[in-house]
C-alpha cells in the first residue's frame, strides 16, 4: 500500500481528490476558467502538498496530538507563502490571475486531509508519494475542466484557437454556472469508464489510506478509532503486511 507507484495511482485514480473524493470544490470551480489556470492551481498546489505531507511525516513523533492540526496549518502556510513569493517573482500573471485562491491553499481541505490521515501516520517517502499524487491528480481533474470551459466559452485550449470561425462561444461556461456543468460532465463520464472497466473484471476499490467512514461520527470510529486510543493518545502504528 505504500510504494511509490501505488500512492501515485492512488491520487491520480482509484481517489482522485476531485473526481471521486470531491474534494477541494472551492479552487476547482473558481478557477478553471481556463486550462492555464486549471494547471497553475494544480501544480501549486501539488507542490505544497508534496512537502507539506514531507515534513509532517518526519515530524509526526515530534509534534503532540492535541495541537496537530495547529502544526499542519503553520507547516502548509509556510510552503504556500514561499510558493506565492516566487509565483509573484516569477510568474506574476498567473500569480494575478489566481488570486486570492492561492493564500487560501492553507485551508484546502486536500492537504489537511492528507496530512491527517495518510502523512502524520506514514513514513517519509510513502507520504511524499502520496502528496505527489493527489497533487497530480489535483492537477489533471483542473487542467480538465478549463480545458473544457475555455474550448467552450471561448474557443481556445492554452490561448491557441481550436474551434472554426463560425463558432459562438458559449458564454455561459465561463461563468460560474459552467464550472458545475462540466464538473457534473466529467465525474459522470469518470463513473461511466469505471463502471463499464468494472464490468470487465477490473478492480476499482480504494486503496484505503484515507478513513473512508463518516466524519460525522468520528468519535466513535473512523480516524479517532483508528489512530487515537479512548484516552486521546495516539496509538503505536501497525506494522503492515510484511511485518514492518
Known amino acids: 500500500m505504500n510504494n511509490a507507484g501505488e500512492r501515485l495511482y492512488n491520487g491520480l485514480v482509484k481517489e482522485n481528490p476531485t473526481f471521486v ?16 489556470n486549471g494547471l497553475g492551481m494544480g501544480l501549486t498546489t501539488m ?7 514531507l515534513i509532517i511525516s518526519l515530524l509526526r513523533h515530534i509534534i503532540p496530538n492535541r495541537v496537530r492540526i495547529p502544526a499542519f496549518i503553520v507547516i502548509i502556510a509556510s510552503f504556500v507563502t514561499a510558493v506565492q513569493l ?7 500573471a498567473l500569480n494575478k490571475s489566481l488570486g486570492v485562491y492561492i493564500p487560501l491553499i492553507v485551508v484546502n481541505c486536500i492537504i489537511l486531509g492528507r496530512a491527517e490521515s495518510y502523512a502524520y501516520s506514514n513514513p517519509a517517502i510513502p507520504s511524499l508519494f502520496d502528496g505527489i499524487g493527489m497533487g497530480l491528480g489535483f492537477t489533471f481533474a483542473l487542467t480538465c475542466i478549463g ?3 475555455e474550448l467552450l466559452g471561448a474557443g481556445e485550449i492554452f490561448g491557441f484557437g481550436l474551434m472554426p470561425d463560425s463558432f459562438v462561444p458559449i458564454r455561459i461556461f465561463g461563468q460560474a454556472p459552467g464550472a458545475f456543468f462540466v464538473l457534473a460532465a466529467l465525474v459522470a463520464l469518470q463513473n461511466f469508464v469505471k463502471n463499464s472497466r468494472k464490468k470487465a473484471g477490473k478492480s476499482y476499490e480504494k486503496i484505503g489510506s484515507g478513513c473512508s467512514e463518516d466524519c460525522m461520527n468520528c468519535s466513535e470510529k473512523g480516524c479517532t478509532k483508528r489512530f487515537y486510543d479512548e484516552n486521546g493518545a495516539r496509538k503505536a502504528a501497525e506494522p503492515d503486511k510484511e511485518g514492518r
Open 47 to 53: 507542490v505544497v502538498l508534496a512537502l507539506s505531507n
Open 21 to 36: 473524493l470531491m474534494l477541494g470544490m472551492c479552487p476547482t470551480l473558481a478557477v478553471t476558467t481556463s486550462a492555464m
Open 86 to 92: 516566487l509565483l509573484q517573482a516569477y510568474i506574476p
Open 147 to 149: 480545458a473544457v470551459r
